[in-house]
């Protein structure tokens, strides 16, 4: 009799619960529905298709556009991040030495808002009277505008400086969202091209996937394709993973530039975060780009997606609390101490990869051959292509921590062999010291020691490209 009634106490309670927790489901759903309906009747006048003014948009959404303008404040720091300002270079001087001969030496700054994408792409010393269009492609909405009336293939075979003054407005509603229904949408052709070559169709995705696509458009590692077309392109072909990029590029024969140090042909990978991100616990728990770095926010009573896009460092409240139920103190000291660790890792591999480029130099005065140095040079080449697949992603590797660690284990693992190898060859050339390192401590050091590696080079491409414009003019 008493089990019998411990069982009907056990059924009502579990009853009970199941109710309670479909209750919690249906809320949720018809909450999700909502937000959709609310986007639907917001509407106080029609938006153009390639409307991109931020401005217009907010007259129907002002609290999506009132958030997103406080993209243009950078001053917030995080340990690691943050909107504020950040010379990459001053911090790491190591990098001069790593990118001799390309456009990073020069400057390399932390990312700030979106509100400031064209003014940064347009001011930043990398940029030349050769730089194409394409450099355009993810810093406006009034980039698909351009795109619908030349065709992406023609775009991008401009020049940059082509598009100065019609490119005008910074990343906004338009590069995200649908201009009738506000659904999330996915307006440049790379990420559709990507899905396409992999077999995927895009338009079968979830809102919760689109909700981290509508980042992958330009949050990703890209190259630009042929030496006229630049035609933005994903090495996704074989997959996200860095090996199954090392697998395209090996494949395509695409070279960003030759070091000049070392004279090895080079990848300079951009920001592969959304690569990173899918190898990681949040991407395989479903949660999305947006969950962390545009939570939901209420006012007024009326819920909402904040556009303020930022750390969620920042907004640990709406964005890591909303899952994990420890204090802001304990949530911001794991992630920092993870971070930690993964600057130990980075900075373990920038300096054997570093070495290794100096040491490539030394073995090459000492009359070292092409086909000496090959292996040297392409160990070089692959260790830093993955050292710089995680230390260009955003995050200081908290988006996959343990497949970063992976990375640059292997990273270092190959520049460590290769400067095996290197230091047999200075042997077998009759040199048993080892290489007195230049003093890089610091930025101007470093861009002061790799001035004359690069000079000399832009000598010997100026004079190469004068002798074939003689030799075609004699044809």
């Given at each position: 009799m008493t089990e019998k009634r411990h069982m009907g106490w056990f059924v009502f309670f579990g009853s009970a619960l199941g109710v309670l927790g479909l209750g919690l489901l249906a809320s949720s759903i018809t909450e999700r529905r909502q937000e959709r309906v609310i986007s639907q009747v917001q509407f106080k006048k029609p938006i153009g298709e390639w409307e991109s003014d931020n401005s217009v948009w907010g007259v129907s959404f002002p609290r999506e556009y009132n958030s997103w303008e406080l993209t243009k404040q950078d001053s917030a720091y995080t340990k690691y991040g943050g909107s504020g300002f950040r010379d990459y270079l001053k911090d790491h001087p190591s990098?001069?030495?790593?990118?001799?001969?390309?456009?990073?030496a020069k400057e390399y700054n932390a990312p700030r808002g979106h509100y400031h994408a064209?003014?940064?792409?347009?001011?930043?010393?990398r940029r030349n009277e050769k730089t194409p269009a394409t450099c355009w492609t993810c810093k406006s909405p009034d980039v698909p505008r351009l795109m619908a009336k030349e065709g992406p293939a023609n775009f991008y075979k401009h020049k940059f400086d082509d598009y100065i003054g019609e490119v005008k407005n910074t990343i906004g509603c338009g590069d995200c969202h649908n201009n009738e229904t506000m659904a999330l949408q996915i307006s440049r052709p790379a990420l559709k091209e990507a899905f396409e070559r992999m077999g995927k169709d895009i338009t079968k995705v979830s809102h919760q996937?689109?909700?981290?696509?509508?980042?992958?458009?330009?949050?990703?590692?890209y190259?630009?394709?042929?030496k006229k077309e630049n035609y933005l392109t994903f090495p996704w072909d074989q997959?996200?993973?860095?090996e199954d990029m090392e697998k395209y590029y090996s494949t395509a024969g695409h070279v960003d530039w030759v070091h000049a140090i070392s004279g090895a042909k080079m990848i300079k990978m951009q920001h592969p975060d959304y690569e990173v991100y899918k190898q990681g616990i949040h991407a395989y728990r479903g949660v999305s780009c947006a969950d962390c770095h545009m939570p939901y926010k209420a006012e007024g009573g009326i819920k909402f997606t904040d556009h303020q896009v930022r750390s969620p460092l920042e907004n640990i409240e709406n964005s890591c609390q909303v899952c994990h139920r420890w204090s802001e103190k304990d949530l911001r000291s794991r992630v920092e101490g993870m971070q930690d660790n993964h600057l130990q890792m980075l900075k373990n591999a920038e300096q054997v990869i570093t070495e290794l480029h100096l040491e490539i130099g030394d073995a090459m005065k000492l009359g070292a051959t092409?086909?000496?140095?090959?292996?040297?040079?392409?160990?070089?080449s692959l260790a830093q292509m993955y050292w710089d697949y995680v230390a260009a992603n955003n995050g200081m590797g908290f988006h996959a921590p343990q497949e970063c660690a992976r990375i640059l284990n292997?990273?270092?693992?190959?520049?460590?062999?290769?400067?095996?190898?290197?230091?047999?060859?200075?042997a077998k050339k009759g040199q048993?010291?080892?290489?007195?390192?230049?003093?890089?401590?610091?930025?101007?050091?470093?861009q002061a020691f790799i001035k004359p590696y690069v000079d000399a080079q832009k000598a010997a491409a100026a004079a190469k490209e004068a002798a074939e414009a003689a030799a075609g003019a004699k044809k």
């Open positions: 990098l001069v030495v790593m990118w001799a001969g390309y456009g990073f064209v003014e940064d792409v347009t001011d930043t010393h996937e689109m909700r981290s696509l509508v980042c992958a458009q330009c949050h990703v590692e190259y630009f394709k042929g997959g996200l993973k860095v092409d086909a000496e140095l090959d292996s040297a040079r392409k160990m070089v292997k990273a270092f693992k190959i520049a460590s062999e290769g400067r095996t190898e290197i230091q047999r060859l200075r048993l010291e080892q290489v007195v390192y230049p003093d890089i401590s610091t930025k101007e050091l470093a």
